[in-house]
């Protein structure tokens, strides 16, 4: 079973820095592209970050510049640093795995990023 666990939410200050983490057992992790989404209340969940399994990144317009995306294949993680947090990125953020061979989505439980003004 592949599961994804984020860490590293929580509440900050806008202007401020978080960094999430994803770490993936039960998977070839190497072989899956990886992503970060957000739901915020009442909102469609939507892709903020993703990275292949060659390394190529791509962001939400919304956060290019501000965010990066990065994995270690050696330690089944993804990384998310997130600088220069504004109150509209308050969201649930999610870990994504996708394994391309098979079609195959899996997801993490979320963690909760709050910016406060």
């Known amino acids: 079973q592949v599961r994804p666990v984020e860490s590293g939410g929580g509440l900050v200050q806008a202007g401020g820095s978080l960094r999430l983490s994803c770490v993936v057992s039960?998977?070839?992790?190497?072989?899956?592209?990886m992503a970060w989404y957000r739901q915020a209340p009442g909102k469609q969940r939507d892709l903020v970050a993703r990275?292949?399994?060659?390394?190529?990144?791509n962001y939400a317009d919304s956060v290019k510049g501000r965010f990066t995306i990065s994995r270690d294949n050696a330690k089944n993680a993804v990384y998310l640093q997130m600088n220069s947090l504004k109150p509209e990125d308050t969201a649930v953020y999610y870990c994504?795995?996708?394994?391309?061979?098979?079609?195959?989505?899996?997801w993490g439980q979320g963690t909760q990023v709050t910016v406060s003004s």
């Open positions: 994504n795995t996708y394994l391309v061979a098979v079609s195959r989505n899996d």
């Open positions: 990275v292949t399994t060659g390394g190529d990144t």
């Open positions: 039960g998977s070839n992790f190497r072989l899956n592209t």
